[in-house]
């Protein structure tokens, strides 16, 4: 089973998208209580900061999709919501 961590998606990040720039926080214990919310304040809610070449010449749909296609197994094992912020 996947872990989800901020540290597990930034490696999984990395392996996938082989970023320039990379950020993922944690913003779980922000939505304690809200849909999604596993009760534990972590693992949830991420934020990731991120600039890859390969996101060069695509549209925002799709730079986010290679990062939502490179989480799926996060998603599946609990990850709520993720905020994706492109960097140049």
Known sequence: MTTVTAAAIEARLREVLSP???EVIDESAAHAGHAGSNGLG????????IGASAFAGKSRVAQHRLVYDALRAFTDAGLHALAIEIRA
């Open 42 to 49: 972590h693992g949830t809610h991420f934020r990731v900061r």
């Open 20 to 22: 320039t720039q990379l």
